[in-house]
């Protein structure tokens, strides 16, 4: 029987009380992991070094959403609105990708995660778009996290076009930075119509590394299209898993 591929997924600081702290991932990653026929694991972050004996189990990696970028690492300094920041998971999510990238491991990186993504490529970022980016659009919604909120335009030379299958989709949006200036490796396929990156893929199209700003995986339960990006993700995910 064909082993079902095994996906780690990055986790988020959590702090409910001083008995209770450790790392956290919603729901629906693991329900939309398990529903693609994956099989969802957690990734803490404690090091690189741990990290790297941890990720040859996983056949994909999710970068989920989360805790701001350290703009140290992207040589700035840090703007009044600059939220949490956590050392531990931003050294262990760059070599995270480095990972991916050298073991052709496929990729996924949601909100925090497509950030992260463009850094560790040596991107910049918008710290807090609200207050940087004249006549942006709402893109930290109030309504339910799995509804949508705002328009994005993809490429249609893209690769997330021929997974969703339509140049307009509404999404949902929980996010105060975006990427600014776009790494070199990286090009833009997705944009909202005040001109924020949404969505990035990797310039070479044999590997699967795609990043999106907003939450596929809240909206992938109701939603054909956001639940193709996790089908196509596990399904080339399980191409690593047959050995
Ligand atoms: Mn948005």
């Not at 893109?139 to 690769?159: A, F, G, L, N, P």
Request: proline share 5%; net charge negative; aromatic share 6%.
């Amino acid at each position: 029987m064909k082993k079902k591929p095994i996906i780690g997924i990055t986790g988020a600081y959590i702090n409910h009380n001083k008995n209770m702290e450790g790392v956290y991932v919603h729901h629906d990653y693991h329900r939309s992991i398990a529903a693609n026929d994956g099989i969802p694991i957690i990734l803490p972050f404690i090091n690189p070094d741990v990290s790297l004996e941890t990720l040859p189990i996983c056949d994909g990696i999710i970068l989920s959403g989360g805790e701001d970028v350290d703009p140290k690492f992207f040589n700035q300094e840090p703007h009044p609105q600059l939220g949490q920041v956590i050392l531990e998971r931003d050294l262990v999510e760059l070599t995270i990708v480095e990972y991916a990238i050298m073991n052709k491991i496929p990729l996924l990186a949601i909100c925090r995660g497509i950030q992260i993504l463009n850094v560790a490529l040596g991107g910049t970022l918008i710290q807090d778009i609200p207050s940087q980016v004249k006549d942006s659009i709402q893109h930290t919604q109030k309504i339910e996290r799995y509804r949508d909120s705002h328009w994005v335009t993809i490429s249609k030379d893209s690769k997330l076009f021929q997974i969703v299958g339509s140049e307009r989709i509404r999404v949902n949006s929980l996010h105060h930075q975006s990427i600014e200036t776009v790494a070199t490796d990286l090009r833009i396929v997705a944009q909202s119509s005040d001109g924020i990156i949404e969505a990035v893929e990797y310039i070479n199209p044999a590997a699967f590394m795609i990043g999106v700003q907003w939450h596929p995986e809240s909206m992938a339960s109701s939603n054909q299209s956001m639940n193709n990006l996790f089908a196509e993700f596990i399904k080339i995910s399980s191409k690593g898993s047959d050995s």
